[in-house]
């Protein structure tokens, strides 16, 4: 059985620093392309960042690129985001995804508020 296991949301002020974790079981983790994606209420999934290895590059999302950054380590078959200068729109679920040409599995998310 196949789980994504998101953690380390919360709140924390505007400028403040969160990182998430994503623990993978019951797949070849190496074989995944592993995203992050968010959901700000009322609003569209959006794509964060991904990451094809640990030896790859990862790609963002405009809107963090600069203030966020992805790692996977692929020895404990999980992904991180952290996450610096947080902004209020950052506020949103984020979910953890893994995907191969066949199968795509996601997290239940975690929260992230940004609030003064």
């Known amino acids: 059985q196949v789980q994504l296991v998101e953690s380390g949301g919360g709140l924390v002020q505007p400028g403040g620093s969160l990182r998430l974790s994503c623990k993978a079981s019951?797949?070849?983790?190496?074989?995944?392309?592993m995203k992050w994606y968010r959901q700000a209420t009322g609003k569209e999934l959006e794509l964060v960042a991904s990451a094809f290895s640990s030896s790859t590059v990862s790609s963002y999302a405009h809107s963090v690129k600069g203030r966020f950054v992805m790692d996977r380590d692929d020895a404990e078959s999980t992904v991180y985001l952290q996450m610096e200068s947080l902004k209020p729109e950052d506020t949103a679920e984020y979910y953890c995804?893994?995907?191969?040409?066949?199968?795509?599995?996601w997290g239940q998310g975690t929260q992230v508020t940004v609030t003064s």
């Open positions: 019951g797949l070849f983790f190496t074989r995944y392309l």
């Open positions: 995804n893994a995907q191969d040409r066949i199968n795509d599995y």
